[in-house]
């Protein structure tokens, strides 16, 4: 029986409670990202832009996804097109180069 007791006290040794742990089974949601060309209907995708098409690539110079940037899908399947036709005449880079 004491060699049960001193096993179960071994398992939480050294490990402290998660404070930031919700409710078990339920995960934490972030703040929701509207869509910035259905919020505003004046911007446009536009391939010859590659000024505002630069937030949408990453550093290392990957097309960022949905959930990061917030766009919706059909907006998000625009801007994949745009990063590429961009990136085929020679506006936006296909990755990044370091010196």
């Not at 625009?78 to 990136?87: D, F, M, Q, S």
């Amino acid at each position: 029986m004491s060699k049960n007791v001193m096993m179960d006290d071994d398992k939480d040794f050294g490990r402290t409670p998660d404070l930031n742990a919700d409710l078990p089974g339920r995960r934490r949601t972030g703040k929701k990202r509207i869509c910035k060309f259905c919020s505003d209907k004046n911007e446009t995708i536009d391939y010859k832009d590659p000024q505002s098409l630069k937030y949408f690539i990453s550093e290392r110079g990957k097309v960022v996804p949905r959930r990061i940037s917030g766009n919706c899908a059909l907006h998000q399947r625009k801007v994949t097109v745009a990063i590429k036709r961009a990136r085929n005449i020679a506006l936006l880079p296909f990755t990044v180069t370091t010196a």
